[in-house]
């Protein structure tokens, strides 16, 4: 019953790009490790369950080791094989090499010296080890004032720093040689100490973590300030930058640091802590810091069920993936010495050219996956897998009508190509060809009924034709899309039966616009059972509570499984209920501020003024978001026309936004609508909002506030295809982006109408 999604700035996924870089990012709270990968548009993140992982080591480009519960799981990197998987869209395969057994000793850092030899923190023993085969661990170092080994944690030995390719920086959270002694002063009572000498390098720390040795200076956090730190010229500690988190994890790429940050709560041992008492809302993700101007600058946050992050280390390629101890790949992949090459058969050059075309094809570069794949053709023009994937390409490049006219070809001459009837589908789709693209997805499910991605996209056809019977059915074939993430427990899953006797969880899904928007169906669904439980993101969970029908609204991984007798995901509620038109019964508002939560009041809009929200972008993750979303240069006009006050409601904004915002006369919200409950208060102060397609114009909407939408000329299944009011909301207008209209002609209808 979990749930793993994350959200980014384009400046982390910018980051990720430029530097030609991913992360691995360790979470042994959920049992994961996260491969965090750049993307044509913005990031992708990859869970791989694991027992408890703790420290990564990355030795180079050849090495991924994990500390994973009581044991070190060993991964090799054979480039080759992830060119193999999945129409060779990695550039790194990290392979199960093997395991070491520990025995349970919490392992913490890890790193390789210069003789490649892997060095750990076993914290449970207070001391650094290394391995041998004939032993769990090896014993190499201990504190001074530790007297014996055992398992009781005296020090909380944590992180270890590497210089000149050896061990040289130990962090501890107390110097104590009692069971547990660090715990009684753990705001103060961290230490960081020198190997060579036994030195105590900088004391008086609040949970001190990662030290790393960088730019000839020595760089740590302190967790429990939320702070990264740099140990100054004169010996003292310098903050660098603070972070809204529990800093754990720190890794540096020229310039940037990029911390991992955790939501500690108020437990015994976090209680009292200097970050919990500066920061109410804490953060789990990844932070980037310029520590050269000192300031965040792009983070990833992780909604769901990961809460803590333990270590982050950067991985020295682009597209990585991990191939596990039970996967079948192992059997096929091998790894000769150099003089055993000499000897293999070379494989084919033009499929090596398909191979490096699909790589590029994967790793977004599509002009150059492109010309490659027509390359190929040159040489073999009848080659079945270059023609496939020269239009897939051109469907990515958003080539439409030359898309189309190539997959054409493409069917004509592999009927019973699945793959390139949908992908025909979607080309016709956005040149606004419903009928036709409802023909090939149809066609790719006649080749292949059990093709979710054909069913899924023929629903959302079907939807946007306002064909909600049909539509709602293929709907259903999302939960079999790799993207989608299932909702897995024992109870069964409420099929539309008779419940009134039982207990039913709703679970959230999608975007949080896709929740505000279905959370019109919670009152139907509760006069159906006996009782309601709702589960969805922190950031909702107050709103949620207060929707007519919910009896209790939790947060993801915090409910017991005897809480619920069946479940249901929340937007497959129409299709249980048997609403399945927009005009379901709704008392609007249906969401509402709940009464505790107290925000500034803005001035009074000067005389015969209003107050006006906005909102230019939706969040980088969105699939469609380049096509959804404008920027603020292109609002610009609309901001300035005269007697209105503008508020942004944009998040995140960059600097260069804040400082256009203040040229233009708008106020910047940013900073006070953390979370959607502080939002919808800001929201309620508003005569208007005015934004594009993302979820401000749901939660507007849903407190019936008028609301303008800006959509895309492909607009969103909800929206249907044409009118400027819409069913589901009845406070909004809709101004529509005519094919091939820029969106500074949209904008300025909109000042239009604003100005009348």
Not at 541 to 570: H, K, M, Q, Y
Not at 593 to 600: E, F, G, I, L, S
Not at 621 to 636: C, E, I, P, V
């Amino acid at each position: 019953m979990q749930s793993f999604a994350s959200q980014h700035t384009l400046s982390f996924a910018e980051f990720l790009r430029q530097a030609g870089v991913s992360l691995a990012v360790s979470t042994y709270q959920a049992g994961q490790l996260l491969l965090i990968r750049p993307q044509t548009q913005g990031v992708n993140t990859h869970f791989v369950g694991m027992r408890k992982p703790m420290g990564i080591a990355v030795h180079g480009a050849l090495k991924l080791t994990v500390g994973d519960a009581h044991r070190i799981e060993f991964y090799r990197n054979l480039p080759a094989v992830g060119r193999k998987i999945e129409q060779g869209q990695y550039d790194a395969a990290y392979l199960y090499r093997g395991a070491h057994v520990t025995g349970d000793i919490d392992i913490h850092e890890m790193a390789y010296d210069d003789a490649d030899r892997l060095w750990l923190i076993n914290t449970r023993m207070s001391c650094l080890c290394t391995l041998a085969p004939d032993s769990s661990v090896v014993p190499e170092w201990k504190p001074p004032f530790i007297t014996q080994y055992d398992l009781l944690d005296r020090c909380h030995l944590n992180g270890l720093g590497m210089r000149e390719g050896k061990p040289r920086y130990v962090s501890m959270l107390g110097r104590s040689d009692q069971p547990g002694g660090w715990r009684s002063n753990k705001t103060g009572g961290g230490q960081i100490m020198d190997l060579d000498d036994d030195s105590v390098v900088v004391d008086g720390l609040c949970m001190p973590h990662s030290p790393r040795w960088y730019r000839d200076r020595l760089w740590f956090l302190s967790s429990g300030e939320g702070a990264l730190m740099r140990l100054g010229t004169d010996g003292r500690p310098e903050v660098i930058a603070e972070v809204p988190g529990f800093a754990r994890g720190l890794a540096f790429f020229d310039r940037y640091a990029l911390i991992g940050l955790s939501q500690v709560r108020e437990t015994a041992v976090f209680a009292g802590l200097p970050l919990t008492r500066r920061v109410t809302d804490r953060q789990c993700g990844v932070y980037l810091v310029d520590i050269e101007e000192g300031k965040v600058v792009g983070f990833l946050h992780f909604i769901g069920d990961v809460r803590e992050i333990f270590d982050v280390q950067l991985l020295p390629c682009r597209a990585p993936t991990l191939v596990e101890a039970d996967s079948p790949l192992l059997a096929s992949s091998y790894e000769l010495p150099t003089e055993a090459l000499a000897l293999v058969a070379p494989g084919d050059p033009v499929q090596d050219r398909v191979a490096e075309a699909t790589r590029a094809h994967a790793d977004g570069r599509l002009d150059e996956a492109a010309a490659l794949y027509r390359k190929v053709l040159e040489e073999r023009p009848d080659h079945p897998q270059a023609k496939h994937q020269l239009g897939v390409c051109l469907v990515d490049q958003e080539a439409w009508r030359e898309a189309q006219a190539h997959l054409r070809d493409v069917v004509a001459e592999q009927p019973d190509n699945a793959e390139a009837w949908n992908s025909l589908g979607l080309a016709s789709s956005r040149l606004l060809d419903y009928d036709a693209a409802l023909q090939y997805f149809e066609r790719a499910i006649t080749v292949d009924r059990q093709f979710p991605l054909a069913h899924f996209n023929r629903g959302v056809i079907l939807l946007k034709l306002q064909r909600f019977v049909e539509g709602w059915q293929e709907w259903q074939w999302r939960w079999q899309l790799p993207s989608f993430t299932p909702f897995r427990c024992q109870q069964p899953q409420w099929q539309g039966e008779d419940i009134a006797d039982k207990r039913l969880l709703v679970h959230s899904e999608q975007g949080n616009g896709d929740h505000m928007h279905f959370w019109r169906y919670l009152k139907h669904a509760r006069a159906r059972c006996r009782e309601l439980v709702y589960v969805g993101p922190e950031k909702l969970r107050e709103l949620a509570a207060r929707v007519e029908g919910v009896d209790e609204s939790r947060a993801p991984g915090t409910i017991p499984n005897d809480r619920f007798d069946v479940f249901v995901p929340l937007m497959s509620l129409p299709a249980c209920l048997g609403m399945l038109d927009p005009d379901v019964p709704t008392d609007f508002p249906y969401v509402r501020v709940p009464d505790h939560v107290q925000v500034r009041s803005l001035p009074e809009a000067r005389e015969g003024g209003r107050r006006v929200g906005v909102v230019w972008s939706g969040s980088v993750t969105h699939k469609d978001n380049n096509r959804r979303s404008t920027d603020l240069a292109t609002l610009a006009p609309l901001l300035q026309v005269p007697g209105i006050d503008f508020y942004s409601f944009q998040f995140p904004v960059s600097g260069a936004e804040i400082a256009q915002l203040g040229q233009l006369g708008a106020t910047n919200l940013e900073p006070e609508i953390e979370g959607y409950t502080r939002t919808a208060a800001f929201l309620r102060q508003m005569d208007l909002v005015i934004a594009v397609d993302t979820a401000i114009v749901h939660l507007a909407g849903a407190m019936n506030l008028p609301v303008w939408i800006l959509l895309s000329f492909d607009a969103d299944w909800r929206w249907a295809l044409e009118g400027d009011t819409t069913p589901w909301y009845p406070s909004a207008r809709l101004f529509r982006q005519q094919p091939d209209e820029p969106w500074s002609g949209v904008v300025q209808r909109v000042a239009e109408a604003l100005r009348g």
